[in-house]
């Protein structure tokens, strides 16, 4: 599509429309379902209402705008609705967007991109059929963007991974004798705390849990549990013991007796998480890197150095340089490289796979002359 080709397709109020249905969207929890925003335009494109969507078992955006419509007594019939996301076509928790759209009088609409979710799919086509004007595409790279992890998720039908390790500059989780609390600055904790919130379920061995037993609630600096609570996932074959703290008092606890991480992530995505945290410890962090099921690292590196200890991988069956696994610097959410008081966290996500070049096997490659 030519630069002319966007400019006709979609009027400055559309754009207008759609960044403030972005901005709705974030409003609304990360969770299971992914965030929305819609906004709804008269023919003068004024903005009349916005609406997005809280959270699963909420109303969607589009039910949201509308029924704010109904509230104030607005007419929205022959106007413009903006929305991130393909409305949907399906009745779940709540009913289908396709007929509060119709059943609003709306009479064309723009959406940023295909909802790649079966059972909700197709709505565009439905509204066509409806007589409604339909187009889609404005601002598809930021809506891509705005819901990275649940795109993903939905389309490899398992949670978004993020892996989390909080180690010294020489690569330790632990000091010799088990202990561990803590190698992070209190800045690096607080932004782990606020990681927790964003997340759907945060996942440690049953190792972990015995030596730390960990809470692996999302709180505040004060200690307090604060926001959105992550379930809490124990991967390992023994029990979890009666009295361990991550069984907690809410029963948002859950046993994956498995040490496949595929499984796991199975086990998980059946429960409606659509995005995970892998906090550790060793054994863990490695099988998921082993596995190739990893998204996202954020390492939490601090100026320290123990020099014998837990190291944060115990071997990810990698014996030759030309077969290591590559990652790139990811700049959203905060950055590549942060600086949290003494530590600096590292972001990073895969480098796709078909990007690498193809390399010399070790021992068809040539032996090093010097240079680099
Ligand atoms: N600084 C940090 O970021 C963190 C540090 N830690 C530290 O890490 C240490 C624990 O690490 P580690 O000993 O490696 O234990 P893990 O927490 O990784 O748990 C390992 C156990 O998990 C089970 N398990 C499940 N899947 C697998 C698998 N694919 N491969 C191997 N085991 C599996 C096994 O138990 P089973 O017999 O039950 O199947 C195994 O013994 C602690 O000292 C803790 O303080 C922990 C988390 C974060
Ligand atoms: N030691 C360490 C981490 N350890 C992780 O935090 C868990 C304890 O969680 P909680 O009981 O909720 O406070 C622990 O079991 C391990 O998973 N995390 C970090 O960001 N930095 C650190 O230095």
Redesign the pocket.
Known sequence: MTPVDTVTAFSNAETAAMDAALNAALKGPRGANPLVGAVVIDAEGHQLVTGYHRGAGTPHAEADAISQAAAAGLDLSGCTMVITLEPCDHRGRTGPCTQAIIGAGIEDVVYAVDDPHDPAAGGAATLREAGIRVRSGLAAVEALELNRQWFLAVAAHRPFVTL????TLDSR??AED????W??SPESLADNHGLRRRIDAIL??????L??NPRLTARDALGATSGKQPLRAV????EIPADAAIRGDDGHVLHLP????QE?LSLLYAEGIRHVMV?????????FLASGLVDELIV?LAPTLLGSG?P?L?GLGITTLADARHWEWDTSDGGAVLTLGRDLRLHLRPEPIEALEPQPSRTAAEPAMGGY
Do not use: W
């Open positions: 989390h390790i909080a180690q989780i632990a088990g202990t561990s609390q190698i992070s440690v061995g049953t190792q972990t849990v030596v730390d991967m390992g074959l023994r498995t040490r496949d991480p796991a906090e550790g410890g060793s054994r863990i962090l490695s099988s939490y837990t944060a115990n």
